[in-house]
């Protein structure tokens, strides 16, 4: 059984992004290459909160969710994407590069696909010892 995203008898501090609102290129239609639209993404990131071999408030100690926001629009701005599954499989990835986040949950939802849907789109949850089986 997987951890919590928080789970302090298993040293895992939870790190998020919530809610940001991005132009993308996304999609499978033809209209969808034409003209960018509008996805909310969500980061939640289980990270190692051991404090042993650093202070408790030293910076080498967390992830900085900067980084983790400017990864997140790096990736959304690098090319047209066929499919949300694929965008939130890239950013799952990017932020397991980082060895002290061991889960990964991202939900990338379309805003404006349905006038009676606030959104659609997926969620994935991801770790670590996923990155050593692929």
């Given at each position: 059984?997987?951890?919590s995203i928080?789970?302090?008898a298993a040293g895992i501090r939870h790190v998020f992004l919530r809610d940001m609102v991005i132009p993308a290129s996304i999609g499978i239609y033809p209209h969808e290459h034409d003209a960018k639209q509008r996805v909310r993404i969500n980061v939640d990131?289980?990270?190692d909160d051991s404090a042993e071999a650093v202070g408790p408030d030293e910076l080498p100690?967390?992830?900085d969710y900067e980084k983790v926001a400017n990864g997140v629009r790096a990736i959304v701005a690098s090319g047209h994407v066929r499919l949300v599954e694929t965008l939130a499989e890239r950013i799952a990835t990017a932020c397991l590069s980082d060895?002290?986040?061991r889960m990964a949950r991202?939900?990338?939802e379309k805003?404006?696909?349905f006038a009676d849907a606030a959104s659609a789109g997926v969620e994935i949850e991801r770790y670590q010892r996923d990155l050593s089986t692929s």
């Open positions: 059984m997987a951890p928080a789970d302090r990131l289980g990270v100690r967390v992830v060895k002290r986040v991202i939900r990338v805003l404006d696909i």
